[in-house]
């Protein structure tokens, strides 16, 4: 990927960011057959993109607004994302507890005319039971005052897994996708932006690349960007944070999921089985400025559990915690900017008088049409000779069409037949990386063959999902990690210290 830095004149577009959006863009892009170049300060999805709900959903609270529309496109897409990546998607119950009939009949109706607003994409039709039959599919849920459930059908996934899917499909279509190259000045000839310089993150080497358009993906960081582009450029992007807590299934057995409306402070709480734990969440939190490791707030960790513990019949304490993570929304200030081509859904695209084309906003169950749309903007606004989008049906790396989910590597899609041919290679590969967790040594080798991985945390956070389910075991395994890494990229001692480490001290902040 870097030699083709040296070998590429001119690129037509380059893509800063490498979460959802960006690598979304990258994927159409290079699939409508422009020369295509993404770079990434940090890892692919190391932000917001590896620290969602692990939700594919149209958005029951956007209907709740009245936001039709959006629920519609968000809906048509979560269909369109379970075709395409069936080995990182499935279908799953929410199940919602009701404690009046008035609320059966009100969220009865309202999830009737979402399961309607999908069409022929739908998941199964929305249902309502009885208080005597809830506890069958949420086994600790505290029956007291209960008068029954709304169930309905919605969509979840592997974030990460994703993100890292739509790199290597990126790849495979022509484009250049860097994780740890950062944009360091955009540069102009007279007033319009003609290309970047990166500096590679990890040798300190410096590239002038030249290109047609650059594309401003960078979510919570969009605003860097605007002011590298314009020092007076007005903040647009007010953060939030919202922190998921992850606990073992036990306090929450069964398949289904759990979807409380409204809380006291009119929030949304989910609890969602995900990798054989359970995550429970979100926040929404106001924060000053973002930064790539955001740290949990004590309140919110208090008001989770608080809330949580309201709803069922087991207690969960914080030693029960087993890791947390946190996420920033990019949330966009209303009114941003004279340029602001606000879009009628919840991305905003901006295009500066110097052609920088910014996105931000949205959600990753709409990254292929933000995609889609932020490119169409990239061509009108530049000589790019104008090419349709061709992803609507585009089967994302990894697409297979049987899928034994109770195989532990079945999220690698058709990768995972490789990853068992390292270990006839090497009979040790087929060991566990620890012994409370599926994962096996193959999958390191495999991240750094494949998958881009350049250290402990590439692996233990975002090619495995280790750090996100358990923190103490993620710590626990990193020196059998650093020992394999060591020894497939000749690294020394010094190194593997070093990230065994500096991974320790990251990690800390995911300990409850």
């Known amino acids: 990927m870097l030699q083709q830095l040296d070998e590429t004149p001119q690129w037509d577009i380059i893509i800063i960011g490498g979460g959802a959006t960006g690598l979304g863009t990258a994927v159409d892009a290079a699939t409508r057959g422009y020369k295509t170049l993404l770079l990434e300060q940090y890892d692919f999805a190391k932000g917001t993109s590896s620290r969602s709900t692990k939700l594919v959903h149209g958005g029951v609270r956007y209907l709740a607004q009245g936001n039709i529309k959006l629920v519609r496109e968000a809906l048509k897409e979560r269909g369109l994302l379970l075709k395409n990546a069936p080995h990182l998607t499935n279908g799953l119950s929410f199940v919602v507890p009701c404690y009046s009939l008035w609320q059966k009949i009100f969220y009865g109706i309202g999830l009737n005319v979402y399961d309607l607003l999908a069409g022929k994409l739908g998941l199964g039709k929305t249902k309502i039971v009885s208080s005597k039959m809830v506890p069958q599919y949420l086994p600790t849920i505290n029956t007291k005052k209960i008068s029954g459930a709304v169930i309905y059908k919605d969509g979840q996934f592997d974030d990460t897994r994703l993100a890292i899917n739509l790199a290597q499909t990126a790849a495979e279509n022509g484009a250049a996708v860097l994780n740890y190259c950062k944009v360091i000045q955009l540069t102009k000839e007279g007033k319009k932006i003609r290309g970047v310089v990166i500096e590679d993150v990890i040798n300190k080497r410096q590239y002038k690349v030249k290109c047609e358009v650059v594309i401003n993906a960078t979510g919570v960081f969009t605003d860097e960007i605007l002011q590298m582009d314009n020092a007076n450029a007005k903040n647009i992007v007010s953060p939030s944070q919202g922190i998921h807590l992850v606990v073992d299934k036990n306090f929450f057995p069964g398949n289904d999921a759990m979807m409380i409306p409204k809380t006291e402070d009119g929030r949304v709480l989910f609890a969602v089985p995900w990798h054989d734990k359970v995550v429970l969440g979100t926040t929404d939190t106001p924060i000053e400025s973002p930064s790539p490791e955001p740290k949990p707030l004590e309140e919110e960790i208090e008001f989770i559990l608080h809330h949580i513990n309201k709803y069922l019949n087991v207690v969960i304490n914080r030693s029960d915690v087993k890791s947390i993570y946190v996420g920033l929304r990019p949330l966009v200030k209303k009114g941003a900017g004279k340029k602001t081509a606000v879009m009628p ?99 390191i080798v495999w991240a750094i063959k494949n998958e881009m991985a350049v250290n402990i945390e590439d692996i233990l956070a975002r090619r495995t999902r280790i750090l996100f389910l358990d923190a103490k075991a993620a710590i626990e395994a990193a020196p059998t990690v650093a020992q394999l890494m060591a020894k497939e990229l000749n690294y020394n001692d010094d190194w593997k210290q070093q990230q065994v480490n500096g991974f320790i001290a990251l990690s800390k902040q995911y300990l409850p």
């Open 345 to 443: 859904r919840d991305h905003t695209i901006i295009v500066s008088s110097s052609g920088l084309v910014t996105i931000t906003g949205g959600k990753w169950t709409t990254y292929r049409r933000m995609a889609s749309d932020v490119l169409n903007k990239a061509i009108l606004t530049s000589n790019l000779v104008k090419k349709s989008c061709t992803t609507e049906h585009l089967k994302i790396h990894g697409w297979v069409t049987t899928i034994d989910k109770n195989n532990p590597l079945h999220f690698y899609g058709s990768d995972a037949v490789q990853i068992k041919n390292l270990c006839k290679e090497d009979e040790t590969l087929s060991e566990l990386i620890h012994p409370s967790l599926q994962n096996i040594k193959a999958e």
